[in-house]
């Protein structure tokens, strides 16, 4: 049985944030940490002591995590970035609310001798003989460890105690990955048994030791199960320091999914099922199973929902169908046509998540060129008058401070600038669209058609369509590109301003102008003309778009969501040459152009050299991090190949900034999840004048020192589709409201009396076709509780197989 672990993590806002500038405010930022590893930096606000982030990631983790970190930063242009705070939530916190944490939590202070990570090896062994009982503990390494020292490693010895006795061993000079191999005797003393404790400290040369960590075993382990493994570190016991709100608060919301996934088989009758629900006759609809499933669900369960129902069909090669089925569904309950899919029902959410995990490639394609255009050139742009800033143009030109019209003016010429190939690149994307894409769009505009057929509502076909495409698809990602992979980091508050002016515009465009002149933002009005010029060449678009042949295959083998040969992450990356011979470090590194698909990682020195260089993604191994200290370089990553003859290679790749280094490293590991002989450790350093600098180990062939981390990964479009775990998140949404299940559609005699009064106003054809549907409602569910039972049995059967095979013991290897 596989196991699966996620974090939905939002940062959301702070607030009550002290000043950290001279000008009485400062320019906050997060860094998010499980355990020792960096998942994530948010944006820095500048100058706000209540910043707002919004920032939504989930990480796939493995099942061993201990604690969810959040660091507060003030940024400094010169010197290094004042710590504000930090928040630290255990597992058990996290897992505490099946619903996860959803408030607001005061930041604490970071105290360095509970900034600890790291784990040691151990072997204890206690003896007796005719002096005594003596305890042998033998230190063998550590990996890991807090970097304590301005150079990024550390000098760590450790210190043992047992009783009144306390002996070290020696001292490691520069790494965070000593090895000791030392054996020390400490003999027991007349009294109580006494627990062992192992610290682990880097040596200083001026002033005190800094604290690495520790452990520590009570009297009944060491005599019954000695230790003998890995251990993690851990700080010294101690009360939490409450701050009381002195340093601010952070509103944070994180939840824990933790899934046991068992074989696929015995998934197959729930996906049968759901399978059934949208192959059957329309008249059906309302009476499926996937009907009642949606009954029982709502708000961000819904989300989700819909993400999995959407990668489950498109598994089975049925998403056509089953976005069609939920169409027809959402058709027949609207009776006005201005309503239309505007509410978060599962057909919105299904189409919405629909289009991202199928079009990603198709929006990047299409708008990034002008969104990195507006990040690069970084013009000023207002059109609201209450929002005009007359004396920036001033303090940039210095030809004094313009009018409002002048700034409009130009305004208005810098937005149709940006706004002109933004439409011409939409327009002209037609054969760009995924036919998958433009198949579900057909039948949604033939079933909105077959709704309402009248003359009046003839701008209601193109509109149920552009509220997808315009409204939930590229005026979101141009307002929040980083949202949609289009950049790597958010955008500063004036590029956000000129973003939100161009996404307005665009779901302008999108509504056909019905909104124009109306509301609230007449200050619009100068850009009205541009976008009716547009709306005819919208309507155009997309009559093309749906004009496509062809029906969606109506089953198959699951495929990838990603064909191999796209291409999923693409940018310059600064790669280090093989063996570079008398070469300064900065050196080293030339700047290449990078391209991943499913099959190769290629790289030339720019997007249109043709030229190309390629490792193929299942020679991978491990793609790691890099300490700082190995080439005195940051956000440094390794790709540890092995070729056809089996003999290893390592390339470094250096990223310009956490998060883009986060995203490649993710993309790299999902690439390459399926390759086999995958590394279980690897080193973090270089092998470089004669040694590794992580461990200091002389030969090159040396195993890791450190585990490999090739369980965490982001989540994000590009997942592969895993039919067994999407089925099982369907049948948690399922145990979520069986009761609700249960007392709807069996016990509840409401729908009994509500059936009758609705038949005593009807015909007797009437009265037979409401009992059908009551009747097909009510198998749907006993069927559904049905599958409940018989996958609450298998997992409770595959539990207790787990239980029986689990032994208390160190960490893993």
């Known amino acids: 049985m596989a196991k699966s672990s996620s974090l939905n993590v939002r940062v959301v806002e702070g607030r009550a944030l002290p000043a950290k500038d001279v000008s009485g405010s400062s320019d906050p930022y997060c860094i998010v940490k499980v355990d020792d590893e960096v998942v994530a930096r948010t944006a820095t606000i500048w ?63 970071v105290d360095p001798d509970a900034e600890v990570q790291g784990e040691v090896c151990l072997a204890v062994q206690t003896l007796e003989d005719v002096r005594g009982r003596c305890l042998h503990c033998h230190v063998l390494q550590a990996r890991d460890l807090a970097p304590r020292d301005i150079s990024g490693t550390s000098d760590p010895f450790a210190r043992v105690f047992w009783g009144s006795q306390s002996l070290e061993t020696s001292t490691i000079k520069k790494t965070r990955f000593p090895y000791w191999d030392e054996v020390l005797e400490l003999w027991e003393m007349p009294g109580s048994p006494s627990p062992l404790r192992v610290e682990l400290w880097d040596w200083d040369m001026v002033g005190k030791n800094d604290f690495l960590g520790m452990v520590e075993f009570p009297p009944q382990v060491l005599q019954h199960n000695p230790p003998n493994g890995w251990f993690r570190l851990l700080p010294f016991p101690r009360a939490e320091e409450d701050s009381g709100g002195s340093l601010g608060a952070l509103r944070l919301k994180v939840r824990l999914t933790e899934d046991s996934v068992l074989p696929s088989q015995y998934y197959q009758p729930l996906r049968e099922l759901l399978m059934e629900s949208v192959l059957g006759p329309a008249e059906e609809d309302a009476a499926s199973p996937l009907a009642v499933l949606e009954e029982l669900t709502s708000g961000d369960c819904r989300q989700e929902l819909a993400t999995k129902l959407v990668k489950l069909f498109l598994g089975q090669g049925l998403t056509g169908p089953f976005l069609d089925y939920l169409t027809r569904r959402e058709v027949a309950r609207t009776t006005d046509p201005n309503t239309l899919f505007r509410s978060n029902s599962l057909a919105s959410k299904s189409m919405e998540q629909f289009m991202k995990l199928v079009g990603m490639p198709y929006l990047h394609e299409v708008l990034r060129p002008v969104i990195n255009r507006v990040f690069e050139e970084r013009k000023y742009m207002e059109l609201d008058p209450c929002k005009m800033d007359l004396g920036r143009t001033r303090r940039i030109s210095f030809k004094g401070a313009p009018s409002e019209e002048h700034v409009r003016e130009a305004s208005l010429g810098l937005l149709t600038g940006y706004l002109g190939p933004i439409v011409d690149a939409i327009v002209g994307s037609v054969g760009r669209c995924p036919p998958a894409m433009r198949l579900a769009f057909k039948q949604l ?27 939930r698809f590229f005026a979101p990602a141009i307002l929040t590109p980083k949202l949609f992979d289009l950049r790597d980091q958010h955008a500063d508050p004036q590029t956000s301003r000129s973003l939100l002016l161009l996404a307005k515009a665009v779901q302008s465009i999108g509504n056909l102008g019905q909104q124009l002149g109306q509301g609230k933002e007449l200050w619009m009005a100068p850009l009205h003309p541009f976008l009716l010029q547009s709306i005819s060449r919208v309507r155009d678009f997309l009559d093309q778009l749906v004009d496509v042949d062809g029906k969606e295959e109506a089953g198959g083998p699951a495929r990838a969501l990603v064909p191999p040969s796209v291409t999923v992450r693409e940018g310059y990356l600064l790669k280090r040459k093989e063996e570079p011979a008398g070469l300064a470090t900065r050196f080293a590194f030339k700047k290449r152009y990078f391209r991943l698909s499913g099959e190769t990682l290629s790289y030339s020195k720019s997007p249109e050299w043709q030229m190309r260089s390629s490792i193929p993604v299942s020679h991978i191994r491990a793609v790691e991090r ?25 390339t470094y790749l250096q990223c310009k900034n956490v998060n883009e280094l986060n995203q490649w490293l993710s993309a790299l590991r999902k690439a390459s999840a399926p390759n086999p002989d995958k590394l279980a450790s690897c080193h973090p350093g270089a092998f470089r004048s004669g040694h590794w600098t992580c461990c200091l180990q002389a030969e090159r062939s040396a195993s890791g020192c450190s585990r490999t981390h090739s369980a965490v990964t982001l989540g994000d479009w590009s997942d592969p589709l895993d039919p067994d775990a999407e089925t099982q998140m369907v049948y948690r949404q399922l145990l979520l409201g069986r009761d609700r299940l249960r007392m709807k559609f069996l016990e509840d005699s409401s729908m009994d009396t509500t059936l009758e009064a609705a038949t005593e106003q009807g015909s007797s054809a009437m009265e037979g076709a409401c009992t059908d549907a009551l009747a097909r409602q009510r198998e749907a569910a006993a069927r559904l509780l049905e599958v409940l039972t018989d996958l609450d049995q298998a997992h409770e059967e595959f539990q207790q197989q787990e239980q029986g095979k689990v032994v208390s013991g160190p960490l893993r290897p």
């Open 47 to 109: 100058r706000s002591l209540s910043p707002f982030w919004g920032e939504e990631y989930t990480v796939h983790l493995p099942l061993d995590f201990h604690h969810l970190s959040f660091y507060v930063l003030d940024e400094d242009t010169v010197g290094h970035d004042d710590i504000i705070g930090k928040i630290s939530l255990s597992r058990e916190a996290i897992t505490a609310d099946p619903r996860g944490i959803d408030s607001w939590i005061n930041l604490s202070r």
């Open 626 to 650: 890099v300490d700082e200290s190995a080439f005195q370089l940051p956000y440094v990553m390794q790709v540890v190949t092995q070729d056809g003859a089996g003999a290893p290679h390592t």
């Open 445 to 471: 505009r033939q079933r909105v058609e077959e709704r309402f057929p009248q003359a009046e509502h003839e701008d209601v076909k193109y509109l149920a369509i552009s509220g997808f495409l315009f409204l």
